[in-house]
């Protein structure tokens, strides 16, 4: 019991490492059961590692069913807590209040997406323009320009921005998400990627950039193994 108890502060901390705990980082469900699982492993880990610093007789048997119980235990938990947040989210409920910064043909894709799946999570309230000509009917309104974006969001009560990237310069871009994300709004990027799993995606460093690394498809078949014969 004292084990136990000495480990929950560290359970939720490699939790919290893990990113169990923050929902950007959450891609899909398949990423939150790996997330979980290595979580699980570490935090299980670091229960024997507390009972061996104690000088506690616990067994291997009871470091495995605290592994296997809470695994499963947490899964079922979070997929009941993920399906009452999308319904939430789909009565109009939790939705974060978010400016799009852009006016293109991508901005409007981001618009029409977050607009036809409400359990996604966003209240798009409206546009920023970024000095580019679409000739596109906007679903919201334009709020103004891209120069006051702090202001705007401020005055709207926002709690975070998305910029498509393709609709404003990099530079630009850098600069002000730099300047939102000090502000402590939430700042979203577009990729400008169609019809890839975010699972296959990456941040890496590179230098002063971050880059996107896109994990290449791994086919197995019998063409595919005659070939490498």
């Not at 108890?5 to 901390?13: C, E, K």
């Not at 209040?97 to 901005?107: K, L, M, Q, S, W």
């Amino acid at each position: 019991w004292l084990t136990a108890a000495i480990a929950i502060p560290v359970w939720l901390g490699v939790f919290a490492r893990y990113k169990l705990y923050s929902a950007a980082a959450v891609t899909s469900l398949t990423a939150e059961v790996s997330r979980i699982l290595h979580a699980v492993a570490a935090a299980s880990a670091c229960t024997g590692f507390v009972a061996l610093v104690l000088a506690a007789p616990i067994s291997r048997v009871w470091l495995l069913l605290t592994f296997a119980t809470s695994f499963f235990t947490v899964v079922i938990e979070r997929a009941i807590v993920r399906r009452v947040f999308r319904k939430a989210r789909s009565r109009g409920q939790l939705q974060r209040r978010v400016v799009i910064i852009g006016t293109n043909a991508e901005a409007l894709g981001v618009v029409q997406r977050r607009r036809s799946h409400p359990d996604l999570g966003y209240h798009v309230v409206g546009l920023l323009s970024c000095d580019t000509p679409n000739g596109l009917v906007t679903p919201v309104p334009v709020l103004g320009e891209w120069s006051d974006a702090v202001a705007i969001v401020r005055s709207l009560d926002a709690t975070g921005v998305i910029i498509a990237t393709s609709a404003i310069d990099v530079l630009v871009a850098n600069r002000m998400a730099r300047e939102l994300m000090e502000l402590g709004y939430h700042v979203e990027l577009t990729s400008g990627l169609v019809d890839i799993s975010a699972d296959r995606l990456s941040a890496r460093p590179r230098g002063r950039r971050a880059v996107m690394y896109v994990e290449p498809v791994r086919r197995v078949g019998w063409p595919r193994v005659a070939k490498r014969m």
